[in-house]
């Protein structure tokens, strides 16, 4: 009775809390953006505006890329920053290629998994400075510009010096989450020195400056990457760790480097869907689209129980994959090829009841051989599809002084079982939720996408892909879509799934669907704020232009010129 009276409660809550629909659609969107000669997606659109200034005074995609993050780093500190992590997919116009780059760092050569187990640890913590791993962002920053940069460092650095110095009005949704961070982070050192410096956070609208972090770029422009991964940058985040009971040391963070990879994918319709192979979660995408492909899902629409139904339980049989064999590949031989290939998605497909929920799934046996996006596109053809993150919004809480920025606590997603390919290693990477992505079409490129938010994104991923190729969606309607979310999936940190899970809808879908959800067993959960953040740029090869969305749950801005 009690389950009924929540289902019937969450109905009407999302009844009563659904928007009016301005389209005549069951969902609110709005028109794309067009144009000839270059577009810039993100998160904020004074960095959407930085971007498209490097594209119009001569830069290229990847130089609008840097420039757009460091200036995320600076106005979106809730998700991003050079205390974390990068990882990109450049489609190169000059090989006609697509090139990967995993900007992941690895965890302390110092610090054992026997310390943990030693020190009572059953799990390694959110907070502090123990699940620090080496912030490689920086790092990624200058692969990208040596590899296929154009204008100087400097140069691309500079709007975001300015900003630093000069302040910036705090767009609304970061000012929320900059509320939510200050209480629980201003315990740790120079953190509240950092962010609040009139002793609160900045409310929306504030101007906030961060010259500390200003000085930091400025170092960086004038000394390339060994000016943070080495002197005195490097000595001040080393001495800062051990200060508060971490182990990074000047040697890790002397030894990182960024990986060039080969980006994967399947072929999904006649589509070739592209991800990053682990330490990230990409290939979790690929295995759903494969399940999936099995079905008619145009049938259906993307607003039908069945549809729903499909989505998840094939996402439940992805997941659990992912919590078993999603690693870092230097500690682990990772089965890929295996995991997107077609056959072993019809062995899994086989496992789905059309009209039941499963409750469990257990991961294939294989032979084993908070967060920012943003995508730019220049006049030449070069597109970059960039992620970048310090986990858990402002990461650890960790602020080394008078640097400008918190560390990424990305270590926390490894986990302490022994035995289990994420186990906690020296000098490994944890897996990452963080995933860049691309489409192609008969080699050519069509979309460059990613949408944020932990392990909603290869859920996002699929979404956007199904709702562009058998939905028939533009690309601002694929984003502005309601969206499913499945949660209570086993997990890389050692959590098995629990009866099934739960699945959280978005405002939009009716009634029947909810009813038909129901029938066959899921259940249901009104959430919101966990769906996600979109930004996608489509090349529409025809006409010769591009098309540019961006997220409308969140403060970006997709613009072109």
Same mark, same amino acid.
């Given at each position: 009775m009690r389950y009924l009276l929540f289902v019937l409660f969450t109905f009407l809550y999302i009844i009563s809390n659904a928007q009016d629909r301005v389209t005549g659609e069951s969902f609110a969107t709005r028109s794309e953006v067009i144009a000839q000669n270059g577009m810039v997606a993100t998160s904020q659109p004074l960095c959407t505006q930085v971007g498209i200034d490097i594209l119009k005074n001569g830069g290229n995609a990847m130089d609008a890329a840097i420039a757009c993050n460091a200036c995320l780093g600076l106005m979106e500190p809730t998700g991003c920053g050079i205390g974390g992590d990068i990882f990109a997919i450049v489609w190169d116009a000059k090989t006609k290629k697509l090139h990967g780059l995993n900007g992941s760092g690895r965890s302390p050569i110092s610090l054992t998994r026997e310390w943990f187990v030693e020190n009572n640890h059953d799990k390694i913590p959110s907070h502090g400075a123990l699940p620090i791993s080496v912030p490689g962002t920086v790092k990624g920053w200058y692969d990208l510009h040596d590899r296929f940069g154009k204008l100087p460092m400097k140069t691309i650095l500079q709007p975001a010096i300015d900003y630093a110095k000069d302040g910036f009005p705090v767009s609304e949704l970061i000012a929320y989450y900059l509320g939510r961070s200050g209480p629980f982070l201003?315990?740790?050192?120079?953190?509240?020195?950092?962010?609040?410096?009139?002793?609160?956070?900045?409310?929306?609208?504030?101007?906030?400056?961060?010259?500390?972090?200003?000085?930091?770029?400025?170092?960086?422009?004038?000394?390339?990457?060994?000016?943070?991964?080495?002197? =005195?940058?490097? !000595?001040? @985040?080393?001495?800062?760790?051990?200060?508060?009971?971490?182990?990074?040391?000047? %040697? /890790?963070? +002397? &030894?990182?480097?960024?990986?060039?990879?080969?980006?994967?994918?399947?072929?999904?319709?006649?589509?070739?869907?592209?991800?990053?192979?682990?330490?990230?979660?990409?290939?979790?995408?690929?295995?759903?689209?494969?399940?999936?492909?099995?079905?008619?899902?145009?049938?259906?629409?993307?607003?039908?129980?069945?549809?729903?139904?499909?989505?998840?339980?094939?996402?439940?049989?992805?997941?659990?994959?992912?919590?078993?064999?999603?690693?870092?590949?230097?500690?682990?031989?990772? =089965?890929?090829? !295996?995991? @997107?290939?077609?056959?072993?998605?019809?062995?899994?497909?086989?496992?789905?009841? %059309? /009209?039941? +929920? &499963?409750?469990?799934?257990?991961?294939?046996?294989?032979?084993?051989?908070?967060?920012?996006?943003?995508?730019?596109?220049?006049?030449?053809?070069?597109?970059?599809?960039?992620?970048?993150?310090?986990?858990?919004?402002?990461?650890?809480?960790?602020?080394?002084?008078?640097?400008?920025?918190?560390?990424?606590?990305?270590?926390?997603?490894?986990?302490?079982?022994?035995?289990?390919?994420?186990?906690?290693?020296?000098?490994?990477?944890?897996?990452?939720?963080?995933?860049?992505?691309?489409?192609?079409?008969?080699?050519?490129?069509?979309?460059?996408?990613?949408?944020?938010?932990?392990?909603?994104?290869?859920?996002?991923?699929?979404?956007?892909?199904?709702?562009?190729?058998?939905?028939?969606?533009?690309?601002?309607?694929?984003?502005?879509?309601?969206?499913?979310?499945?949660?209570?999936?086993?997990q890389p940190t050692g959590e098995k799934m629990s009866d099934g899970g739960w699945i959280s809808l978005e405002s939009g879908f009716d009634y029947q669907t909810i009813r038909g959800l129901m029938d066959r067993r899921h259940r249901i959960r009104y959430s919101k704020g966990i769906f996600g953040g979109y930004q996608a740029i489509l090349w529409d090869a025809k006409n010769g232009v591009y098309y540019g969305a961006s997220e409308s749950r969140k403060d970006g801005q997709a613009a072109g010129y």
């Open positions: 201003s315990k740790y050192p120079n953190f509240a020195e950092t962010y609040m410096p009139s002793g609160k956070m900045p409310a929306k609208g504030e101007i906030f400056k961060n010259p500390f972090l200003a000085s930091t770029y400025e170092k960086i422009a004038a000394g390339g990457a060994d000016a943070f991964y080495k002197g =005195p940058i490097a !000595e001040t @985040i080393a001495n800062h760790i051990k200060e508060q009971g971490g182990f990074i040391t000047t %040697e /890790d963070l +002397a &030894a990182h480097q960024s990986e060039w990879i080969e980006p994967v994918s399947t072929n999904y319709r006649g589509y070739d869907v592209w991800e990053l192979p682990p330490n990230g979660q990409g290939i979790a995408a690929l295995q759903i689209l494969n399940i999936l492909e099995g079905y008619d899902l145009k049938q259906y629409g993307w607003d039908s129980p069945e549809y729903v139904h499909l989505f998840t339980e094939a996402k439940k049989l992805a997941f659990e994959d992912r919590a078993k064999y999603y690693a870092d590949p230097d500690f682990n031989k990772i =089965p890929v090829k !295996e995991l @997107i290939s077609k056959s072993y998605a019809k062995k899994r497909r086989a496992l789905i009841n %059309e /009209d039941r +929920a &499963a409750r469990r799934y257990d991961p294939g046996n294989l032979e084993h051989g908070e967060t920012i996006y943003l995508t730019t596109a220049d006049k030449d053809g070069n597109m970059v599809s960039l992620i970048q993150s310090n986990f858990r919004g402002m990461g650890s809480g960790i602020t080394p002084p008078e640097l400008g920025f918190v560390l990424q606590d990305r270590g926390e997603l490894f986990t302490l079982e022994e035995g289990h390919f994420n186990v906690y290693e020296p000098g490994k990477r944890p897996f990452h939720t963080i995933i860049p992505a691309f489409i192609t079409k008969d080699g050519q490129p069509w979309v460059s996408f990613g949408l944020m938010g932990g392990a909603m994104q290869p859920q996002g991923h699929a979404q956007i892909v199904i709702n562009l190729i058998d939905f028939e969606m533009n690309l601002q309607e694929a984003g502005d879509t309601p969206r499913i979310s499945h949660g209570g999936s086993s």
